[in-house]
Each structure stands twice: as C-alpha cells, then as structure tokens.
C-alpha cells in the first residue's frame, strides 16, 4: 500500500532564500510524480511532473527531482518569495488518473 | 485555453439532502478525476471517468457516484447527505493516457449543517 510523507509539515523563511521540500513514498513502482502547490480556499496548481525515466525536471525557478530507488522526490525552490507562500504537495499515480497525495507543506515566505 | 470550471464554488445543504456538483474539464481533455480534501484525510481519490466510462473508483460508500456526459463534462451526486461530507470536492481533467498531469479546478466548498 502506497503511502506519501512530506516533511517538515510547515516551513517558514525570509524572502530570498534558496529551500528544498521533501517527498517520500513507500511503493517505488511508480511512473511519474506530480508537484503542486495551493493556494488557501482554492485548488490545486500542477507545478512540476517528473517521469521515472527523468531524474529533474525545471520551470523558472523551481527544480524537482526524482529518485525512485530511494522513494524521494525534492522540490528545489530558488530565491523565495512572499509570492511562493502556499501549501506545496506532491503526488504518485496509484491508477489511471488516480493520485495518491501527500499530506502537503505549507510555506511562508517572510518579507 | 480556459481551465477546469467547477460549479457552484459553494453550497450549503442539511443532513440527508442530495447535492449534485458539475465539472467542466479543459478543452480536449477526456478523463475527468474527482477528490475529496478534508482537514483530517487530505485529498482522497473518489472516482475517474473516462470517456463516459468509470475507470477507477476509490474507498468511498455508495453515496457518492458520478458520471460523465458525451462532451467530457463531469457531475457528481452525494445522497443522504452527512455531517463528516463536508469537505472541498475538487476535480480534475487530464487527456487520459499515462504521464499526462492532472489540472485542477478551484473546487465546490460544500457545507453540511
């Protein structure tokens, strides 16, 4: 049974600061994992998606990786701002169509 | 392109009502996924429909069922409504096949007194 952690739960930084979120998950045989991030009362915004043949995958200033034989996937967020507060969570495919989430971490990016 | 549309963005209902929610999926897209988000479970996988078909269905009573029309919309139907049904019910469209991201709508709040 597939089962996702992310940790730390709630992270807080001053703007400009590099940070790193972490994913872990128990059934590495999976074919992609998803990143997204949301925003209080409203859904879900897809960030990034690694396939398993990937091992990073880039947009602007956020970089995830992907290293299914240890079960963790980092999201890489480059030079924070009080724009990048959200609640950041990553998913894997348990299905056709079926995400497995994790329990998400919420950031504040202090100005 | 304009995203997923869900609608309403709110709803309140008593113990033992029906509520039916509607999605909208990107244009092009044919699979239609619906979760569920609570404070206490996170985001929990209902159902996924595609082409008109039910592919996929998560842990959740017979209460909740869906379907999917010709033009890819979606609805969902919750019966006998509970208290502990209160949640943000979010769906989401993709093109159906393997390695495709999922996008999200802003969700239906849905409010049991």
């Known amino acids: 049974k597939q089962e996702v952690t992310q940790i730390p739960a709630a992270l807080s930084v001053p703007e400009g600061e590099n940070l790193v979120l972490n994913c872990s998950f128990t059934?590495?045989?999976?074919?992609?994992l998803q990143w997204f991030r949301q925003d209080p009362g409203k859904g879900l915004t897809s960030l990034l998606l690694i396939q398993s043949s990937q091992r990073e995958q880039t947009s602007g200033r956020l970089n995830a990786s992907l290293d299914k034989s240890s079960g963790r996937s980092t999201l890489y967020i480059a030079a924070s701002q009080p724009g990048d507060s959200a609640t950041y969570l990553c998913?894997?495919?348990?299905?056709?169509?079926?995400?497995?989430f994790g329990t998400g971490t919420r950031l504040t990016v202090i100005p | 392109k304009a995203g997923v549309t869900q609608t309403p963005r709110y709803l309140i209902k008593t113990r033992g009502q029906q509520v039916t929610l509607s999605c909208s999926p990107i244009?092009?897209?044919?699979?239609v996924s619906w979760y569920q988000q609570t404070p206490g479970q996170g985001l929990q996988f209902l159902f996924e429909?595609?082409?008109?078909?039910?592919?996929n269905k998560g842990n959740f009573p017979g209460r909740f069922s869906g379907r999917q029309f010709s033009n890819s919309r979606s609805e969902m139907n919750v019966s006998t409504l509970e208290l502990g049904d209160s949640a943000l019910y979010l769906c989401?469209?993709?093109?159906?096949?393997?390695?495709?991201?999922?996008?999200f709508g802003d969700g239906t709040r849905l409010s049991i007194l």
């Open positions: 244009s092009g897209h044919r699979s």
């Open positions: 059934d590495s045989a999976i074919y992609n």
């Open positions: 989401a469209s993709s093109y159906g096949t393997d390695n495709q991201p999922q996008h």
């Open positions: 998913a894997v495919p348990t299905g056709a169509n079926n995400l497995f």
């Open positions: 429909y595609f082409s008109e078909t039910q592919r």
